[in-house]
């Protein structure tokens, strides 16, 4: 079983029936959802529904055949399961490279616990020494960030589709992603100040939400827990 498969199946034996589960959106996430449509199935798991947090892993979920729901229906949720693109020392994560932070963000605050699935590759020393930090933003005045993200020390561009077109998110939002070298030195510092600027509704940053991670390696998955 590969790194990511294997965090993506451990973080389904974490799933119990009747639970209302926060789905996380990208490749590691989706693994996890079609091993919990496979649970269902077999009826190992009964009784459980999801939240998504992208219209992405919500198709995932429905092929699956992993009921869903809303937070507007379910407002605080069990347990949820998100990957990350970045893991820091201190279990505080870089996300939203496949462009549904906003929205992973809202489903980890309503969450009881949030475990994050990972593979070994996404371990770094610091947040941003392999990412760029995605920001959303709202479309009305995006250029007008760009230099007051330069003058924290990052180097912003518009994330854009194939044919050039800014991407767009569910919430309708642009991204930008924003490089920072040697990474981000000063996290909390960070987050405060680009979501104290109106127009950015939000960031990448995952500070303090990850109670646990579990990392996918090529001899099994490793086990860490936030401490303190």
């Known amino acids: 079983m590969n790194p990511k498969q294997a965090a993506a199946e451990h973080g389904a034996d974490l799933v119990k029936s009747g639970m209302v589960l926060g789905l996380g959106s990208g490749s590691t996430s989706a693994l996890m959802v079609q091993a919990v449509g496979r649970k269902l199935r077999e009826g ?15 198709a995932v979920a429905r092929e699956s055949g992993v009921p869903l729901a809303t937070l507007e229906d379910h407002p605080t ?9 970045e893991v820091d020392p201190n279990l505080d994560l870089v996300k939203g490279l496949g462009g ?18 990972v593979d070994e ?3 770094v020393p610091r ?11 709202v479309p009305f005045g995006w250029k007008s960030h760009l ?7 990052g180097k912003p561009t518009l994330r854009t589709e194939i044919n050039g077109r800014p991407f767009v998110t569910d919430e309708g939002n642009y991204i930008l992603h924003c490089r920072f070298e040697g990474g981000i030195a000063n996290p909390v510092e960070l987050e405060a100040r680009l979501l104290g600027r109106a127009g950015i509704v939000g960031t990448g940053l995952f500070l303090g939400v990850a109670d646990r991670v579990i990392v ?7 086990v860490l827990t936030r401490t303190g």
């Open 44 to 58: 190992t798991l009964r009784d459980v529904i999801g939240v998504p947090s992208s219209s992405g892993i919500a």
């Open 147 to 153: 230099a007051f993200v330069e003058s924290l020390g």
């Open 121 to 123: 590759t996404k371990l």
């Open 127 to 137: 947040l941003g020494a392999k990412a760029p930090l995605p920001v959303e933003v």
């Open 77 to 85: 949720l069990d347990l949820n399961l998100d990957g990350a693109d």
């Open 216 to 222: 996918g390696r090529a001899d099994g998955v490793e």
């Open 100 to 117: 549904a932070l906003l929205w992973e963000k809202i489903v980890a605050t309503a969450s009881r616990r949030v475990v994050i699935l």
